[in-house]
């Protein structure tokens, strides 16, 4: 069993404050976009039908922060606190996922700024 299916139950929870905030913050939304991206160490994945501590893994993990930074283009002391908020609000998970809300939301939120950028309405892809 991989990490992906182990974090399955956080990733498809229906956190909508969670992703209420991340709608509201540039900081949180580039962090999370770059989270994907982000070289980060794990432990390996537990035996097939363990229960996983969310809190006791992200102990465990190791994020490289520098590289986050630099992907999302922000100062380092806004990424520490944004990782804060993001694990905090279960936003992030230590794998390199987001929730699905989170992953909709900028999806979304990319492809609304892609459109803008070329003055189109999402109406102009459907010709």
């Given amino acids: 069993?991989?990490?992906?299916?182990?974090?399955?139950?956080?990733?498809a929870a229906d956190n909508f404050e969670g992703a209420a905030l991340l709608a509201q913050d540039q900081n949180l939304l580039r962090l999370g976009a770059a989270w994907p991206l982000v070289p980060r160490h794990l432990p390996s994945p537990p035996a097939s039908g363990t229960e996983v501590d969310l809190e006791a893994l992200w102990q465990q993990i190791r994020i490289d922060f520098q590289a986050w930074a630099d992907l999302a283009q922000l100062p380092p002391l806004a990424v520490m606190r944004g990782f804060k908020v993001l694990k905090g609000l279960r936003i992030i998970l230590p794998d390199g996922s987001l929730t699905h809300l989170a992953a909709s939301l900028l999806q979304k939120e990319a492809a609304g700024k892609f459109l803008a950028a070329f003055g189109l309405k999402s109406a102009d892809l459907q010709r």
């Fill in 1 to 11: 069993m991989g990490w992906e299916e182990v974090l399955l139950p956080y990733r």
